[in-house]
């Protein structure tokens, strides 16, 4: 019981604060509403318990075995989030120079994308490889999974609705043109900001 609250706390931590999931659900809900953020949402939660399930079943084993294995996903996790800080910047200044009126935001937006994405999001990778061995039942792959997930699920779940309503109070202020433009360019330092920071961790 006193590690699964541990383990409560710290998928808490990792999902409300900062990160390319919430960034990813905060810039879509803000350039198109909370409707436009669901598919998102849905791909980054069954993403995480698709992926809790791959690392309790073998993956923990495989990383002991080859831990260059986890080096690896960390670094293309982290060149990924420099793409996507990049394709929006530069995206940006380039759609500025034609059109305010774009609704491309930059980011992977479909259920499939942001789902895939988070078998690169080293974040991801860290909450779950830690809440996994935190279980002092982690041996027990079905019990280890039916303790996890609804952690997995209404936590996050929770964290990004909310970091969707906060999107949906900038959207308000999204149709000035020098407001979008420092949005857009701050969302992209960001994520650049967090991959070197992953890079930095190896």
């Known amino acids: 019981m006193h590690s699964l609250i541990a383990i ?22 803000a350039h198109r509403g909370l409707a436009g953020a669901r ?26 075995a ?8 960390t670094v293309v996790g982290a060149l990924y989030l420099i ?7 530069v995206a940006q200044r380039v759609r500025y120079a034609v059109t305010a009126k774009s609704d491309d935001v930059g980011f992977p937006e ?11 999001n080293p974040k991801g990778w860290v909450m779950v490889l830690t809440a996994v061995a935190a279980l002092p039942f982690h041996t027990d792959s079905f019990a280890a999974f039916s303790a996890l997930a609804v952690l997995f699920a209404a936590i996050p779940l929770s964290c990004l609705v909310l970091w969707a309503s906060v999107g949906t109070v900038i959207a308000t202020r999204l149709g000035q043109e020098r407001f979008r433009r420092r949005f857009d360019i701050a969302m992209g330092t960001l994520l650049a900001g967090s991959a070197i920071l992953l890079l930095i961790g190896i």
């Open 8 to 29: 409560a706390g710290m998928v808490f931590a990792v999902a409300a604060t900062p990160g390319p999931n919430n960034l990813i659900v905060l810039h879509l809900a």
């Open 39 to 64: 598919p998102a949402i849905a791909g980054i939660v069954l993403g995480g318990l698709t992926l809790l399930a791959l690392v309790i079943l073998s993956m923990s084993a495989v990383f002991i």
């Open 83 to 89: 793409y996507l800080s990049g394709r929006l910047v």
């Open 66 to 73: 080859a831990p260059w294995m986890k080096t690896t996903i």
């Open 110 to 120: 479909s259920f499939a994308g942001v789902f895939g994405f988070q078998f690169l």
